[in-house]
């Protein structure tokens, strides 16, 4: 068992680890509701995007929220290089 300390630095961690990828998926959105607005996306491609985030952000909160702690912190510490992006991409059948 670990101490309180060590508990505290994994959990840092992984919260440090979730709010950067998650700050690349939000601003992913947003570059979708520019390209939107510009003209360049119409509402269904734009709404793909939104569609996308959410099951990313998903995927990423369960990496961070429903695995072992110091297993997840472990992986990121070693760079293990997950595209939550494309772990939000639908599946074609």
Not at 5 to 26: D, G, I, N, P, T
Not at 33 to 59: M, P
Not at 65 to 77: G, K, Q, T, V, Y
Request: glycine share 6%.
């Amino acid at each position: 068992m670990s101490s309180k300390s060590e508990r505290r630095a994994v959990v840092e961690v992984v919260a440090e680890y979730h709010e950067a990828h998650l700050a690349e998926l939000v601003q992913r959105v947003g570059d979708g509701v520019d390209r939107f607005r510009t003209g360049e996306l119409n509402a269904f491609e734009a709404d793909q995007v939104i569609f996308q985030y959410g099951r990313a952000a998903k995927e990423l909160w369960k990496f961070c929220n429903l695995s072992d702690a110091e297993l997840s912190a472990s992986m990121i510490r070693d760079g293990a290089a997950v595209d939550w992006w494309e772990r939000g991409a639908p599946r074609h059948r």
